[in-house]
């Protein structure tokens, strides 16, 4: 079965760290640009980071910066990561992890952070997507 498997979250004290994984089950990450997103209860699904196919860029959002880096493991080409550092109950939420050949890492039209309405951006049509993975940070 083709699938991305999320992984990694738990309970964590605010200013700890996590590292999320999302790793590909029967296809490779190959060509994929990756990203995680997250949903707080209550609110909309927000677009965390991305990573471009090849590895060479990533993309964040502004509550994240500096505190989160994305990564690719690319001797397997079948995993990517998040590191969370510096955590705060700001952070506490559902993340799920997403991969799609066309479109590209970025904010931008066809970006896999590209905000609701813009071209490309709507989230059931991505290829694949992970089954979310619970973090959870206490003050």
């Known amino acids: 079965q083709l699938q991305l498997v999320a992984s990694g979250g738990g309970l964590v004290q605010a200013g700890g760290s996590l590292r999320l994984s999302c790793a590909a089950s029967?296809?490779?990450?190959?060509?994929?640009?990756v990203a995680w997103y997250r949903q707080a209860p209550g609110k909309e699904i927000e677009g965390v980071s991305c990573i471009s196919s090849g590895g060479r860029s990533a993309d964040y959002v502004d509550s994240v910066k500096g505190r989160f880096t994305i990564s690719r493991d690319k001797a397997k080409n079948t995993v990517v990561y998040l590191q969370m550092n510096n955590l705060g109950p700001e952070d506490t939420a559902v993340y799920y992890c997403?991969?799609?050949?066309?479109?590209?890492?970025?904010?931008?039209?066809?970006?896999?952070?590209?905000?609701?309405?813009?071209?490309?951006?709507?989230?059931?049509?991505?290829?694949?997507w992970g089954q979310g993975t619970q973090v959870t940070v206490s003050s």
């Open positions: 029967g296809f490779t990450l190959e060509g994929f640009p």
């Open positions: 997403a991969a799609d050949r066309r479109r590209t890492c970025g904010f931008g039209d066809w970006g896999l952070l590209g905000a609701p309405g813009t071209p490309g951006s709507s989230r059931s049509e991505y290829e694949y």
